[in-house]
């Protein structure tokens, strides 16, 4: 017995007439998603104006169709004789009403704008002093109570923000020496004045590099983490449910990664002022000044206020950088991209308060007469 043939469904096809009424568009066929796609073009081509669409020889119209049939509409052709089925269905859509815009967007009056910019600067101020408060708080209730602080986790920490930032941190000191000792050397040896170059270095990075070159590290590296790591916590609701766990996320989360990286930045200091010095001295012993002339140099020079400010600038300079990306971790918001915002405004934070805070710091050792 053969077997039984079975029919292509009719492809869509258009057709354009001439009557005594005008032009007339023939549309025929499956108005499906393959057959709309083949003839829209060609619609849009010889749809200008006022123009009748003949439907009735459609076969079958889905959403497609549909869609093709709004279009033509759209562009002033009237359309005639389709089925009652799809008639139906297309006259949902309300062919005769334009497709709605956005609403432009209207910028508010200045002093609303200025009103509503203060408002924001007031509230995070406000979040900045509330954070400052709960952390004295927890900092407070550890020393009443040691105890209640974490230190296996202030320990992974120290780890974490010391140990594992000390090659990135060794490089970078040993480069700035370089760096610094060669383009120094070069114009002062034109006097032969070489020798002092290692004065220069030592000062420099013993009062103001080694400890801003270290904080901006720690910006980057550990106080991103902090805000990425919180961020993450708190779109996850993990901070709400410490909360309701009666956990405060100040004292549980924020005070041992603070306590950390204050701990751990002079440390890192000292290590990033050894080795830059030490790369001083290595381009001055191309200048035929030995090791220990070098040294001699950098501690005479160097006196213990020098070392002690630069101390006290990089532990100011790490509880800065700690306290700032946790506090961007804690007011992190919802949705997909608001743990790379907090990330992005914890650094960027960062560094403004490290310059800021650097520049007062030397005001008031001017004045200390350091």
């Known amino acids: 017995m053969p077997a039984a043939s079975t029919a292509l469904p009719p492809i869509a096809s258009l057709e354009l007439r001439r009557d005594d009424a005008g032009a007339v568009l023939y549309i025929s066929g499956r108005?499906?998603?393959?057959?709309?796609?083949?003839?829209?073009?060609?619609?849009?081509?010889?749809?200008?104006?006022?123009?009748?669409?003949?439907?009735?020889?459609?076969?079958?119209?889905?959403?497609a169709g549909l869609a093709l049939l709004y279009d033509v509409i759209q562009r002033g052709a009237t359309v005639e004789h389709l089925p009652d089925r799809y008639a139906t269905l297309l006259a949902q859509l309300d062919p005769t009403t334009p497709l709605k815009t956005a609403p432009a967007v209207v910028s508010p009056p200045f002093l609303i704008g200025l009103g509503q910019r203060a408002l924001a600067a007031w509230q995070q101020l406000y979040q900045a002093i509330a954070f400052i408060g709960e952390l004295s708080a927890a900092v407070a209730l550890v020393l009443r109570n040691p105890r209640q602080l974490r230190l296996g986790e202030t320990l992974l920490h120290c780890a974490k923000a010391g140990a594992d930032a000390l090659p990135i941190v060794a490089l970078v000191s040993f480069l700035l020496g370089v760096i610094l000792a060669f383009q120094s050397a070069i114009p002062m040896r034109q006097f032969g004045?070489?020798?002092?170059?290692?004065?220069?270095?030592?000062?420099a990075l013993v009062r103001e590099l080694a400890p801003l070159i270290t904080a901006v590290l720690l910006a980057g590296r550990t106080g991103a983490a902090f805000a990425a790591e919180i961020g993450t916590m708190k779109?996850?609701?993990?901070?709400?449910?410490?909360?309701?766990?009666?956990?405060?996320?100040?004292?549980?989360?924020?005070?041992?990664?603070?306590?950390?990286?204050?701990?751990?930045?002079?440390?890192?200091?000292?290590?990033?002022?050894?080795?830059?010095?030490?790369?001083?001295?290595?381009?001055?012993?191309?200048?035929?000044?030995?090791?220990?002339?070098?040294?001699?140099?950098?501690?005479?020079?160097?006196?213990f206020t020098d070392y002690i400010g630069g101390l006290a600038k990089a532990t100011f300079f790490g509880f800065g950088v700690a306290a700032i990306g946790c506090l961007r971790g804690l007011s992190t918001g919802a949705g997909a991209s608001a743990v790379g915002n907090s990330t992005t405004r914890a650094v960027v934070s960062a560094i403004v308060m490290l310059v800021v805070t650097d520049g007062l710091f030397a005001v008031a050792f001017f004045y200390l007469g350091w």
Not at 41 to 62: F, K, M, N, W
Not at 254 to 262: C, D, E, H, I, S
């Open 193 to 203: 004045a070489e020798l002092f170059v290692a004065n220069l270095v030592g000062l």
């Open 235 to 303: 779109v996850n609701e993990e901070i709400n449910a410490l909360v309701t766990l009666g956990l405060e996320p100040v004292r549980f989360l924020v005070l041992p990664r603070v306590l950390a990286v204050t701990l751990m930045a002079p440390l890192l200091t000292v290590l990033a002022e050894v080795i830059g010095i030490f790369g001083a001295a290595l381009v001055l012993l191309t200048f035929n000044i030995p090791l220990m002339t070098s040294a001699g140099q950098v501690m005479d020079t160097v006196g």
């Open 31 to 63: 108005l499906d998603a393959p057959g709309s796609a083949q003839i829209w073009p060609q619609a849009r081509q010889l749809v200008h104006g006022e123009i009748r669409v003949d439907a009735s020889a459609v076969t079958y119209c889905d959403g």
